[in-house]
């Protein structure tokens, strides 16, 4: 597999660099400050989004906006609902790590969420950080004529988070680990795609919906960002799967080794790490290819599947 030095990837890693202190300076602004009655609540939420994320989803959203041509005022405009998307991952990333489900010490390279305020407070955290989130998608851009939109985008949203997204996903992943998946190869494949695509997947999905609809793309570009998506979530839980054997705990800012220590179905426990590997590189093709049919020879969207694909962390 190759690095993150890729040069394909260096347009992905420019364009992080440009737009991470916007979200962050979005998300500082927009969030209660922690001597806000009650301050623990916010004290730990802003404990949960200011670690080391990646603030991708995000990024996704901003991405597929410049691919539809939207102006920097329209940019702007919907910063604060791309910001949203990383309250809403920051919400399941705190509860997965929650004893009851994935039971993790480290999360962006440093204590969860639980481990520093307590498993009551944490599991009340990512309930504000899902109703937050919510809220400033309903919210912004603000303005009647950007209702339908806004209505638009928090239905897909809704829908990639909810039982047919990532609580589906995180459902069946439990039940996976748990011993009840089924014996036959088809079926744990089966099961395995849908946990990706529904844990992971349907959100970054979502993301890149929440720019191209906001941009005013029309819905040819709707479903081939829809495509992109898929292939896009499968690259990012597939190399995850790969991390968790091959990091360490210092590379990833979580805990290493943790899948096959559960039990959990992923692409190296059911293929191998080899082929895992391959299969990996086969989506990350399907993703360029992807990439390159919605914007032509830009290849920003082809630059950060790669960085996706090839990442180290």
Not at 232 to 241: K, P, S, T
Request: aromatic share 4%; proline share 3%; charged share 25%.
């Amino acid at each position: 597999m190759t690095t993150e030095t890729t040069p394909l990837s260096d347009a992905a890693r420019r364009f992080l660099e440009r737009t991470t202190p916007e979200i962050e300076s979005t998300l500082d602004r927009l969030l209660p400050p922690e001597t806000e009655r009650p301050a623990t609540i916010h004290r730990a939420v802003r404990y949960a989004v200011f670690g080391k994320g990646k603030r991708l989803r995000p990024a996704l959203a901003i991405a597929a906006a410049e691919a539809c041509g939207a102006t920097r005022a329209i940019l702007e405009e919907i910063l604060p609902a791309a910001a949203a998307l990383e309250l809403i991952h920051t919400y399941s990333l705190v509860h997965d790590d929650l004893p009851a489900l994935d039971n993790d010490d480290l999360r962006r390279g440093r204590l969860t969420t639980h481990k520093v305020f307590g498993e009551a407070m944490a599991i009340l955290a990512g309930d504000a950080l899902l109703t937050q989130g919510l809220d400033w998608i309903g919210r912004f851009p603000e303005g009647n004529s950007r209702a339908g939109a806004r209505s638009r985008v928090l239905a897909e949203i809704s829908e990639a988070i909810g039982t047919k997204g990532m609580i589906g996903g995180q459902v069946e992943d439990l039940e996976a680990s748990s011993g009840s998946h089924a014996d036959s190869r088809d079926a744990d494949t089966d099961r395995l795609q849908f946990i990706h695509r529904a844990k992971t997947g349907r959100l970054i999905t979502a993301s890149l919906l929440l720019g191209v609809i906001h941009s005013g793309g029309d819905d040819s570009k709707v479903a081939r960002l829809r495509s992109y998506g898929d292939s896009l979530g499968l690259c990012f839980q597939i190399a995850d799967d790969i991390l968790d054997v091959t990091g360490t705990a210092e590379s990833l800012g979580k805990s290493a080794g943790k899948d096959e220590a559960q039990g959990k179905l992923t692409y190296p426990a059911l293929y191998g790490i080899d082929e895992a590997r391959r299969k990996l590189q086969a989506e990350r093709e399907r993703a360029l290819d992807l990439a390159r049919q919605i914007e032509g020879g830009t290849n920003l969207l082809a630059s950060i599947a790669a960085l996706v694909a090839d990442r180290s962390s």
